[in-house]
């Protein structure tokens, strides 16, 4: 069985490096299984990719298809066109695209014209908000793939009311936390954190790079000042996305109270944010970490595809109100934070079980 493992964007690396890891444990076991890296450059400078293939020991990819930036439908173009052509060059016996990003869809359409089966990992998560060009790509997928590995039951509840038969759906837990387990113990403070005098769990994290958020700069500065204002004078601490950047430079942004720092390297940035007093974001990986982690997190959106982060973890909504953003930080400040679990099959096992299935499928 040649399967090709596809990975595009930042999010994406977290998610394919434990299911690497698994394969190349089985093809050295067994000799059952081959496959290839396939990189779509959606990300593809250093700070967003280079350093997470090298932290997670990440094989330098098979294939490197150069899509770069775009609009969303130059990018998904571009990456469809390439993919294509490595398919016909070399056909696969599957396809596993995970997340949902550009590439995650395109790839997956690229596939299923060329009558070549896809697995789709953390299938079946859903915000409902079609304003996030995340939700279409996810819809999209699961609306062609051939099989799917979900992070949650309800994720695979999700895709039963969509049609998709129980033999097609594999709740296998989440291979993000097998990333987050396998790291731990490697995580490194960040040069940051000394130059500017900063106390461990004494401090916010920040990121933000979602359009609804950083794309108007009068509602990006409010969002900045109503933290500014009810951190308890905490540091902040804001990695921040070359999207988000683009809009900071543009209008003269400056703040003594935030501190901006580039994109961070996978074991920096889990550093802090397992030392973090509180997250505030509007990520969706990071809302996953931070419930593993047991660190209060507030998210900046209306709904979110990781539902179990706020009924079972440490996550909560709080929208566009920025009363909420306050008394929420308030909240954190004062220790008044609800407590958090670990969901189910959130154990570090995930991308072993989803070779199993794999090489059960007599592909």
């Not at 049609?163 to 396998?182: A, E, P």
């Not at 974001?281 to 900046?300: H, M, Q, R, W, Y």
């Amino acid at each position: 069985m040649l399967v090709y493992i596809v990975a595009g964007a930042r999010p994406n690396f977290m998610k394919v490096a434990p299911i690497l890891k698994s394969l190349k444990l089985e093809k050295e076991k067994s000799n059952r299984i081959d496959f290839k890296l396939i990189h779509t450059g959606q990300h593809y400078d250093y700070n967003m990719s280079g350093s997470f293939f090298e932290q997670l020991e990440i094989q330098n990819p098979d294939i490197f298809l150069n899509a770069g930036s775009g609009t969303q439908a130059e990018q998904t173009a571009s990456v469809m066109v390439a993919f294509e052509r490595e398919l016909i060059k070399k056909r696969s016996s599957i396809v596993i695209v995970v997340g949902d990003v550009n590439s995650t869809m395109a790839c997956t359409i690229a596939a299923k014209k060329l009558n070549i089966p896809v697995a789709h990992v953390e299938a079946g998560i859903r915000s409902y908000d079609l304003t996030m060009p995340e939700e279409i790509n996810r819809l999209v997928t699961d609306s062609i793939a051939d099989y799917f590995f979900t992070t949650t039951i309800e994720a695979s509840q999700n895709l039963k009311r969509s049609n998709i038969s129980d033999d097609k759906i594999f709740f296998v837990g989440n291979t993000m936390i097998d990333t987050l387990l396998q790291n731990l113990h490697k995580l490194k403070e960040p040069s940051i954190v000394k130059e500017n005098n900063i106390e461990l769990q004494n401090y916010f994290i920040l990121t933000l790079h979602r359009p609804a958020n950083v794309d108007n700069y009068i509602k990006l500065k409010k969002i900045l000042y109503t933290i500014e204002k009810n951190n308890n004078g905490l540091p902040i601490i804001f990695p921040v996305h070359p999207r988000t950047n683009k809009v900071l430079i543009e209008n003269g942004f400056h703040s003594d109270k935030i501190i901006l720092t580039e994109p961070l390297g996978y074991h920096e940035f889990i550093f802090l944010i397992k030392n973090a007093k509180g997250i505030i974001t509007d990520s969706g990986g990071v809302t996953e970490e931070a419930t593993v982690l047991s660190v209060p997190c507030i998210t900046l959106r209306n709904s979110t595809e990781r539902p179990e982060t706020v009924s079972i973890g440490t996550n909560e909504l709080v929208g566009e109100s920025m009363v909420l953003l306050k008394e929420s930080i308030i909240k954190i400040v004062k220790n008044e934070w609800k407590s958090g679990a670990i969901p189910e099959r959130w154990d570090g096992q995930t991308a072993d079980r989803i070779v199993e299935v794999l090489l059960n499928l007599n592909l």
